[in-house]
């Protein structure tokens, strides 16, 4: 194996940022607890630099040599270092992304997610005493913004049931999900996956348009994706006419309204005496006589759910007519 000449001292800056991690040592008092003495394996995220630090070695160092793995096997040696010499020689393990500095600390340039694991500094003093300690490194993936996909994009309400699903699936990673920016209500009708990654809503009703949104998390990133809003299709509900109940002179003019709440807009139509009139929303009968008496039928129609509901009335005469003669209408 060729020899490497590290610098004196880790280089600083360039173009991917460092990101430094303690390791818990499960021996020798040279490798600097994480996180203030937690026995927590640090995390680093997948393509920065990682700079594994040894601290307090002894003055009377020889050399140092590290390994990938918990224990000391010269097949998984990664570098060596040699102090009189200043000499770093690779070992079988050694991927071409490891620098060894002279105070021991070893550089991962572009870590990978391959690279978690366990990692073993072995010191040799110059008493030949041999010390050593092994840690614990977990690389994650730097979390893309998820977002949020369905198959059925106009779902019907009390027919349909939607499954949303939040992509990319990635490891390590826990999926959260709310709706109308609050967490999701108890319900019988919602149902999350084990690793909650997809939400189902079963009989779909008006009331779940939503919006949704799903955030994901691992130990260095988080994302959350843009909020859905549902399209869901409903009605029509059953038509009202307006005005209910009003009275009108003969001859004067006679005007209708119908309105279902439905998505899409319902279509209207309107029967009077069983026989159609043109499609509109509003009937408008002008002149009114005595003739124009009977039953009147809206008919409201939705393309999307292709259901139709419908609402009676009736345009009566009078029992007391006054000299002009009155007619009035009622549902």
Known sequence: ??????????????????????????????????????????????????????????????GCNWFRGATVMSSHQILSYVVDTQVATPGPAHSGRETI??????????VTLNDTGNYTLQIVRTNAQVEQGTGQIRVFQDLPKPIITWKISDPVENADSVVLTCEPQTQSTSYLWSVNSKSLPASA??????DNRTLTIHRVTRNDTGP???????PVSAGRSDPLTLNVLYGPDAPTISPSDS?????????????AASNPPAQYSWLINGRPQPSTQELFIPNLTANDSGAYTCVASNSGTRLNKTTKGALQMGRKMDPLGQVAFCC
């Open 247 to 259: 009275h009108y002179r003969l001859g004067a003019s006679l005007g209708l309204s119908c309105h």
């Open 1 to 62: 194996a060729g020899t490497m000449e590290p610098p004196s001292a880790p280089p600083r800056g360039g173009h991917v940022p460092w990101q430094e991690l303690l390791l818990a040592g499960e021996r020798g008092d040279f490798w600097e607890g994480a996180r203030m003495g937690e026995r927590m394996p640090p995390n680093a995220t997948e393509g920065k630099d990682v700079l594994l630090r040894a601290h307090s070695l002894p003055g009377d160092l020889l």
């Open 101 to 110: 500095y002279p105070n021991g600390s070893l550089l991962f340039q572009r």
């Open 212 to 218: 949704y949104e799903c955030e994901t998390r691992n």
């Open 189 to 194: 009708r919602l149902e999350l996956s084990l």
